[in-house]
Nanobody, 120 residues
Framework: QVQLVESGGGLVQPGGSLRLACVYSGRTFSINTVGWYRQAPGKEREYVAGYPDHYTTDYADSEKGGFTISRDNSKDTVYLSMDNLQPEDTAVYYC??????????????WGQGTQVTVSS
């Protein structure tokens, strides 16, 4: 069974930084896309950043440039580095993996979420 393990959330002051990590494990035929999403209180879950393929990075239109997504395939890990965090960035951040269990069998899995709180 494919699993995602997230880490890196916490409490940070405005202007601070955090790096979230998502480690995925289990048998997959191939990885399609990997992404980060977030959900703030009272709001819908929204896309933050992702890898639509192995090399290309993509960011939400609302992203002002403080976030950077990266990956280390040797460690099966995807990171979200967040700089200049502001209170409006407070949310539960989720990792999402879109993969093929077998050729032609597309599957999706969400991480459990990690809380990011930005407050003075």
């Amino acid at each position: 069974q494919v699993q995602l393990v997230e880490s890196g959330g916490g409490l940070v002051q405005p202007g601070g930084s955090l790096r979230l990590a998502c480690v995925y494990s289990g048998r997959t035929f191939s990885i399609n896309t990997v992404g980060w999403y977030r959900q703030a209180p009272g709001k819908e879950r929204e896309y933050v950043a992702g890898y639509p393929d192995h090399y290309t990075t993509d960011y939400a239109d609302s992203e002002k440039g403080g976030f950077t997504i990266s990956r280390d395939n040797s460690k099966d890990t995807v990171y979200l580095s967040m700089d200049n965090l502001q209170p409006e960035d407070t949310a539960v951040y989720y990792c999402h993996l879109d993969y093929y269990a077998t050729e032609g069998e597309k599957c999706k899995i969400w991480g459990q979420g990690t809380q990011v709180t930005v407050s003075s």
